[in-house]
């Protein structure tokens, strides 16, 4: 009897600092961020248990216990995660993945665990290599700044895809590496000959001091042994940075909207007042009480109540024991986390992690960290008066985001007072306090308490003033 075929295994590149990512890197590694109340790599790893994946090692840095968090009490699987001892480059992370894998593994799936990702394209990328046994990269057609991206040059057709060539940062490309790379374990070892500084860049391209899965990539390209290649057929999107938030919760939410069936938990109450059109799931124990307006598809989570004319746009997500409540308004493809608030003539549009609370009386279009307490009356501005979009900078760099642009973007543990003010754009550190009155016109860094200095002048008054 011939020996039995081992199971598909991957390894999953969670190691790196996520600097690019704040304020939502501070508190958690950015692939433990939740998408759709599902962390990232909670959320691959899961995927790839539904293809049939046996094997799954996830690479972390030391001490990274938001990633064991994330893959906590992860239904039939159990990712093993090792740990890269620094985190040096996606190269060696991968070796370390590779390296722990048990068995006679003769190929595995590597994947950025900060990658949002339809199972399709994990699952083609996968196939094309099982057909042809040679290292396979997943790839999507650049709608941007090649200069964003580990770009590629790719020939050939429909399904007949080869990678010719790599450019990390490129000033002209036409595709990018989206992050899922099929190795053949005859190629395990060039990721050990990876220079420290990835060579195949523009000229003045200047690179950082790291060991890029890319360049042996583009090695094995220079030598002929051409990669195939996959395009994407699917958004995807790469969690680097906040605005990236905004796009990877349209993409699953999307997804989540095309296999919406409808769903009511027996225990779930739903009041004779309340107007629901489309398809709706309804957790156990969940309430929609009189006079709402709920738009499917949408997902309430267990004891999530949506009560006392609360309108709730199509495709929202609620967390379980969440309150939505008292003539406030969800916007279309907003998130609500777990054991949120919001109350009373609050609106609300983008992604609101864990425990955030908006009581009353507030305009809010962006992201909130964990545990954040919007103040009464804070409003996100969002439109410039050139009408255009804001261009944020990172590390000194211009960026020019797709999506969320305009929004804000306030780190975990922070508040407002009342009647503060954001200007489109601006993103607020950690653990940071905003008080009454601020308008916020730039970035707050972490930990630090902003009051508003004001002059005021006193001058005697009384009934004398009107004659008496």
């Not at 009647?419 to 009155?437: L, M, W």
């Amino acid at each position: 009897m011939s020996p039995s075929k081992p199971p598909p295994a991957a390894v999953l590149l969670a190691a790196g600092k996520g600097a690019r990512f704040w304020p939502y890197n501070e508190v958690r590694n950015k692939c433990a961020f939740p998408i759709a109340n599902e962390p990232v790599i909670r959320r691959l790893c899961r995927q790839l248990g539904t293809l049939g994946f046996g094997q799954i090692v996830v690479v972390t840095s030391a001490s990274d216990s938001s990633i064991r968090a994330a893959l906590r009490r992860l239904p039939g699987l159990q990712p093993r995660l090792v740990t890269q001892a620094e985190p040096t480059g996606t190269a060696d992370a991968a070796l370390c993945g590779l390296a722990a894998l048990d068995g006679e593994v003769t190929g595995a799936l590597v994947i950025s665990g900060d990658l949002v990702v339809a199972d399709q394209d994990l699952a083609a990328t996968w196939a094309r290599y099982q057909l042809t046994g040679n290292a396979t990269v997943l790839v999507e057609r650049l709608n941007g700044a090649p200069t964003d991206w580990l770009c590629a040059e790719i020939d050939g057709e429909g399904d007949a895809l080869r990678l010719t060539s790599v450019e990390g940062h490129s000033r002209d490309a036409a595709w990018r590496l989206a992050g899922v790379t099929a190795l053949p374990r005859r190629h395990w070892s060039r990721l050990a000959e990876v220079p420290p500084v990835m060579r195949h860049v523009p000229v003045g391209g200047m690179p950082p001091a790291e060991r890029e899965l890319a360049e042996a990539l583009a090695v094995l390209a220079d030598d002929g042994d051409m990669p195939d290649a996959v395009a994407a057929s699917q958004g995807l999107v790469d969690m680097d940075k906040p605005w990236h938030i905004m796009e990877a919760t349209a993409a699953v939410l999307r997804e989540m909207a095309a296999i919406c069936k409808e769903s009511i938990d027996a225990t779930a109450r739903i009041a004779a007042g309340a107007e629901i059109s489309g398809p709706v799931v309804i957790g156990p124990g969940a309430e929609i009480g009189n006079r709402v307006t709920l738009q499917g598809p949408a997902r309430i989570g267990p004891g999530a109540r949506v009560i006392n004319g609360a309108i709730v746009g199509a495709g929202c997500v609620i967390g379980a024991r969440s309150r939505v409540s008292d003539y406030c308004l969800l916007s279309a493809g907003s998130v609500v986390g777990e054991e949120c608030i919001v109350g009373h003539g609050a609106e609300f549009e983008g992604v609101m992690l864990y425990r955030s609370y908006l009581y009353h009386y507030c305009e809010i279009y962006g992201v909130l960290g964990e545990a954040v307490d919007i103040g009464a009356a804070t409003v996100y501005g969002t439109l410039r008066f050139d009408d255009g979009l804001s261009t944020p900078r990172i590390g000194g760099r211009r960026e020019h985001p797709r999506d969320g642009a305009n929004c804000t973007y306030i780190g975990d543990y922070s508040r407002t007072g009342v009647n503060v003010i954001t200007q489109p754009g601006v993103r607020i550190g950690c653990y940071t306090c905003v008080g009454a009155g601020v308008v916020v016109y730039r970035d707050i860094p972490s930990r630090q308490l902003v009051l508003l200095k004001q002059e005021t002048e006193m001058r005697p008054w009384g009934p004398e003033r009107y004659g008496w």
